[in-house]
């Protein structure tokens, strides 16, 4: 969760939320109070406020938000209220008043705009924050217009100091009566059609198909006789334990931790259902799937690039992204990425979901994170279309730690993996790339055999694997 705006009215049941959002992200909170004990009213409505909190939050009261940023790193941080800081800013720029009716004038139009400036700057600056950061706001115009020219400016200040909040935040929630109502983007991001345009298209109609990614080899004899054993069992429906208790037993994780999926491609489809994430990025040039399956669920999607070589740079990732997918080796650069780096991706408050479908291609499967349980909102997505060369039985998995394992179980679909891909999957996940034959080798047209990799093992991240050969048909499809 990335910046967030709470709104509502007078004891809506705002601030309750915006606390137990905070909660859940597990991390210290700052609390920035932006209110002042200036009667004993006000004293007790403070006193009540914190008595809610948790001991362990820190309370920072101030009339300066944006001093608050600073030193922060580490918590997420909770500004409350919006409206009290604009009090505090009308104060400061004289823009209070007495008076019943008072035009700004060309002084308060310089004041009102050089206020709602720090607004924004606060807004864009907490937008860039890896930790989560909430903005109570009090909902502004449910009311008559009141007498009085102060009342009427903090109405005006409040109603466009919340649109500029919600031009940066990621969500808006507004609260009415304790109960909250998400609302929607101002604009639905745009379903692009390139990216469900797969060289597949291209390529059936061909001599050669160049467009899927597969070892272009026979299968072994107990993969045949697994996908036959899959079509004896047909007449019932399918059961999922036994292969999801042995691929959890290969990678050392629980069976709880194995989501089962027709080909690694729903995966992406599940993921972006169940989680709904606020502020999704995708690395590129990648598999375009994951961003189509977001864009189709109404999510926004931005876009981080790989820098030269096509090395994936961490900071070229937007520190609010709450959603991050990258695939290692990636398709179609081949390039693998340390692990080291991928590590350096996760966050609090970010899931980051890394594509491995080419992952037994690699000797040993090195840089492999499918087994590393201990980094919180990793999801791991497995195939076995390219080494087994499976495509058209769309057998898949994706590994999670159970909290995010359960969110997509809940909206996967009855049986949405039939038999046979259910005994390919237990048996593949019986053995490694070692079940098919010269996995470190590729052959080259010409028929003669080099290394998969180049240079010594430690720069083997810098160096992709070859698959425009004969032994494994390149291409882009998933």
Request: proline share 8%; aromatic share 4%.
């Amino acid at each position: 969760m990335p910046l967030a705006l709470v709104t509502g009215g007078t004891r809506s049941g705002k601030s309750e939320l915006a606390e137990r959002l905070l909660a859940e992200a597990g991390l210290p909170v700052r609390y920035v109070a932006t209110g002042s004990a200036a009667d004993a009213e006000m004293e007790e409505r403070i006193a009540l406020h914190r008595a809610r909190r948790p001991a362990d939050w820190e309370t920072l009261e101030t009339r300066d938000p944006l001093a608050a940023l600073a030193g922060a790193g580490g918590r997420a941080l909770l500004l409350d209220s919006l409206g009290g800081w604009l009090a505090a800013l009308m104060e400061e720029h004289r823009l209070m008043t007495a008076e019943p009716v008072a035009p700004l004038g060309d002084e308060g139009r310089r004041a009102r705009a050089a206020l709602l400036e720090r607004v924004e700057r606060f807004a864009a600056e907490a937008a860039t924050r890896a930790e989560p950061t909430v903005i109570v706001a009090e909902e502004a115009g449910l009311g008559p217009v009141p007498e009085g020219a102060a009342a009427r400016r903090f109405l005006d200040l409040l109603g466009e100091a919340a649109q500029l909040v919600s031009a940066k935040t990621a969500r808006v929630l507004l609260v009415v009566a304790g109960r909250a109502l998400e609302l929607a983007p101002a604009a639905r991001p745009a379903l692009l059609p390139e990216l469900r345009f797969h060289g597949d298209e291209l390529g059936r109609e061909a001599s050669e198909d160049h467009a899927v990614s597969v070892v272009d080899e026979d299968r072994p004899a107990w993969l045949e006789g697994a996908l036959a054993a899959g079509l004896r069992v047909s007449a019932r429906y399918p059961d999922e334990r036994p292969a999801r208790e042995t691929i959890a037993r290969r990678h050392g994780r629980s069976p709880e931790e194995v989501v089962l999926t027709n080909g690694a491609n729903e995966s992406f489809w599940l993921l972006a259902a169940a989680l709904r994430p606020h502020h999704a990025v995708c690395v590129h040039p990648s598999y375009s799937e994951p961003e189509a399956a977001l864009r189709a669920h109404g999510i926004a999607v931005e876009r981080a690039f790989r820098g030269p070589g096509f090395a994936l740079d961490p900071a070229a990732v937007p520190g609010g992204a709450d959603l991050l997918v990258t695939g290692n080796p990636n398709n179609p650069s081949g390039t693998l990425d340390p692990s080291a780096t991928l590590t350096r991706l996760a966050r609090p408050g970010r899931t980051l979901v890394v594509d491995e479908a080419f992952m037994e291609l690699v000797p040993g499967e090195a840089e492999s994170l499918a087994g590393r349980a201990d980094i919180p909102d990793l999801v791991v997505v497995r195939s076995l279309t390219k080494l087994w060369s499976l495509p058209g039985v769309r057998a898949g998995y994706l590994l999670a730690p159970r909290r995010l394992a359960r969110a997509i179980e809940r909206i996967r679909p009855s049986w949405n993996v039939n038999s046979v891909a259910l005994c390919a999957l237990r048996e593949c996940a019986l053995r490694t790339a070692e079940g098919r034959s010269a996995p470190s080798g590729w052959r080259t047209h010409g028929g003669a055999s080099r290394p998969a990799w180049h240079g010594s093992p430690a720069s083997r991240a810098g160096h992709p694997p070859r698959t425009s050969s004969s032994r494994v048909r390149a291409g882009v499809g998933g």
